[in-house]
Structure formats: structure tokens, C-alpha cells
């Protein structure tokens, strides 16, 4: 069994590549193709940020013709709201979407840590309280600062 996870591992790991396509001789600076199973990704390239899995007043169509090539989406906010369950039964965060297109995600950590404080406008003024630690020490167990209600992290799994 154990190998055959490292064989699909490998397989999905090269599905993944990164060509550069030139190179500045003045500096650093490249332009590239990041090859994802999802799409190709023109670098450098802008990168839509849709929280909770949607691009703010913009649908999926509007989304395509306009060209954005890559999506940010926020592990913390999807884990909350609608939750892990919903986006594993909608049969992955594409399906979920409706997006066919390259998806990245971050860890959530930020959020974790800087939502004890209250809201992130609070967290900015620098008014935040500390009301309940989002993180109860040796648990991966977070509460939510939207719902209040406790939520399993998706990496005790790993």
C-alpha cells in the first residue's frame, strides 16, 4: 500500500513543472510557464484573491473570459465556512467552485493567530482583545471567530 502512495505521489509531483521562457540579462528577472494538472500559469501573473472560494462580484464566466489564470483561496475562512465536509462532498475545492482552472491556498495560519484578537479592522486600529485564544495549547482544535463554535483542523490527519 505504502507504495503505491509514493507512486501516485510521484506522478502527481510531475504534473507540476516550471520552464522558464526568458531570462532578463540586466537582472534576476524571468518569465515563466508554471504547468499545473489545472492549467498552465503565465508567470509573473496576477492572482485573483477569493477568500471563501469566489472572486467578489465576479462569476465563474466573467472569471474565464477575462483570462485570470490563478485563484487564492484562504484554507482558514474554507475550514470555517462552509467547512471541510462540504467541499470533500462537492468532490474537491474545483468541484466545489466550479473552477477548472489553477487553485492555490494558504495555510490559514495568519488568520488563526491574528483573529483571537477580534476582527482584522480591530486587529489594524490595534483595539483587538484577546477574548478566547483561537489555538488551545497541544490541540489542533480551533474555535471559529465566526461561529464560536468548535471546528476540527484538517491537519490532525496528517
Do not use: W
Amino acid at each position: 500500500m505504502e507504495i503505491i502512495k509514493q507512486e501516485k505521489k510521484q506522478n502527481d509531483q510531475q504534473k507540476f513543472k516550471f520552464k522558464i521562457v526568458h531570462q532578463s540579462t540586466k537582472s534576476k528577472a524571468r518569465v515563466g510557464i508554471i504547468s499545473t494538472p489545472h492549467g498552465n500559469i503565465l508567470t509573473p501573473a496576477f492572482v485573483a484573491v477569493g477568500t471563501t472560494g469566489t472572486i467578489k462580484a465576479l462569476d465563474n464566466k466573467i472569471v474565464e473570459e477575462i483570462g485570470i489564470q490563478l485563484m487564492f483561496a484562504n484554507t482558514y475562512h474554507l475550514l470555517i465556512q462552509p467547512g471541510t465536509q462540504t467541499i470533500k462532498n462537492a468532490g474537491g475545492i474545483h468541484k466545489f467552485i466550479g473552477r477548472n482552472r489553477p487553485i492555490i491556498t494558504d495555510s490559514g495560519g495568519f488568520q488563526i493567530f491574528s483573529l483571537a484578537y477580534g476582527s482584522v479592522a480591530q486587529e489594524l486600529k490595534s483595539k483587538g482583545q484577546k477574548n478566547h485564544p483561537h489555538i488551545i495549547k497541544f490541540t489542533q482544535i480551533r474555535v471559529s471567530c465566526m461561529s464560536n463554535k468548535e471546528t476540527c483542523s484538517p491537519y490532525q490527519n496528517r
